[in-house]
């Protein structure tokens, strides 16, 4: 593995579970010459700068994330939806090294057509903040509270789709009502929901 980043290296010695899947996931994406680095404390693999696929542990799984991979044909239907909010990555889950092993030379064609997208400038077309439904509750509060409002639209578009995903996650109202209320001063401080 000539292209191995030393700060990789340290991520896998410190790997207490996956750690052998994840090493053989970092040489099939090395296999196919993209540049190691280490972001957001996780193996992430870049070409000419752009940010194509992670490789992370979780509890049940070791994966890898494809950071546009909407993008991807998927023609095997391996890739799955982070979460139901996901707009542009999608992940393939492992449990095991023989499943890896099994699925490598799919694993670099789903890699090099990554690589493509990049090569092409292709961009994941994303939902806008607008398009993002309001909960009735929470625009109630806005016209309600001017300062409220004013707070709101100066947060990133980011933030915004956070608070807006996260007011409109319960079916009760008195629950919406109840996370609006617990979020009010973080907003008018321009703080978003994780910050």
Known sequence: MNNANPEVDAFFSH???WREEMELLRRIVLDCQLTEELKWRQPCY???GSNVVII??????????????????DE????????EHTQAARQIRFTNVRQITEMEALLKAYLFEAIEVEKAGLKVVLKKTEEFSVPEE???KLAGMPALKTAFEALTPGR???YLLHFSAPKQSKTRDARIENCLQQILHGKGLND
């Open 15 to 17: 790997a207490k579970k």
């Open 46 to 48: 870049t070409y000419q």
């Open 56 to 73: 992370s542990g979780f509890k049940e799984y070791c994966l890898l994330n494809f950071i546009k991979g909407a993008l991807l044909k």
């Open 76 to 83: 095997h239907g391996i890739t799955n939806r982070i979460g």
């Open 138 to 140: 929470f625009s109630t």
């Open 160 to 162: 915004q789709r956070a």
